[in-house]
């Protein structure tokens, strides 16, 4: 029996030049962090014959050709495992479309699952490029890079996408007293409205033929920058204007990223003190974050939200990795 545990990651700023379709033209950068909210894959040899699949629904077939599970069919498929499997899994924040990445870390806590259970282990950057094998070109999903690399290394790092379509990383080196603050001053709220964020991505990658918005783009890749000085400084003052700046060139790439509803939430939490926030993931529902100063400003935007579902959204320095595992025959 093998046990994966693979971290949910929340992006701050540069969201988006992930995408090929922007850094084949411009290099992309993101920062984000893994954070305390995992999914769990569970992978052990099964005496009967077939392969058994318990996720939100269970599976049982007598070949992956007929597995529904887009990801792990074609994840036995490409590691050339057929038969007389299970996999189970399971997660900390079980709904799709929240904005954590969360089918990224299942690919990623999945392919780290089935090496293990092979007898076989990869590095970091393998493991993203696997994952990102798996989601992009195996599933035709329109996303990004970062969440697959953001699950398999932790912690929180730049991640910058080049032309050729490699990737690069690079640790945000900050002390222990900015980590502290960077996770008692910022609120998560779920909102609700979780969405399909392939939607969202292909649109938004479609705008980014609009010189406008390419320029946009650019511009939020240039915060990453900027964030990851103020964080290495020290400080992290500027640390909610920097989010809002990101916030505002976001929600005008897309019709998608925003509506009504979000902007209201978003208003009303500057309104009662936070200095900035984004909405996390691709747009249009799921998580929200802001940055609050103080214990005072954070109780009171936590009394505008009173109908909406806190989550403790803490950072990890942990990427995905083994917890558990059993010899078993194959």
Known sequence: M??????????????????????????????????????????????????????????????????????????????????????????DIPSSGTGLGSSSSFSVGLIRALLAYKGKSVSNSDLAEMACKLEIDLCKSPIGKQDQYAA????????????????TEEPVIINPKVRKDLSQQTVAFYIGGARKANVILKQQSQELSNQNKFNCMQKMVDLVWVLKSELESGSIENFGKILHENWELKRSLSEGITNSYVDDLYNEAISAGA???????????????????SSEI??????????????????VQSGSGIIFSQEASL
């Open 275 to 293: 200095i900035g926030g984004k909405l996390l993931g691709a747009g249009g529902g799921g998580f929200m974050i802001f940055h609050v100063p």
């Open 152 to 167: 398999a290394f932790g912690d929180l790092r730049v991640y910058r996408f080049h032309s050729d379509d490699s990737v």
């Open 2 to 91: 093998i046990i994966s545990k693979t971290p949910l990651r929340m992006s701050y700023v540069g969201g988006g030049s992930d995408m090929s379709s922007f850094y084949k033209e411009s290099e992309g950068a993101v920062i984000s962090s893994s954070i305390n909210k995992y999914v769990y894959v569970v992978i052990k040899n099964r005496f009967e014959e077939g392969v058994r699949l318990s996720y939100s629904e269970t599976e049982n077939v007598n070949s992956i050709q007929e597995i529904e599970h887009p990801l792990v069919r074609n994840a036995l498929e490409m590691l050339d495992i057929r038969n007389n499997i299970e996999i189970v899994s399971m997660a």
């Open 298 to 315: 954070k109780m009171k935007v936590k009394k505008r939200f009173n109908n909406l579902r806190e989550v403790n959204l803490g950072l």
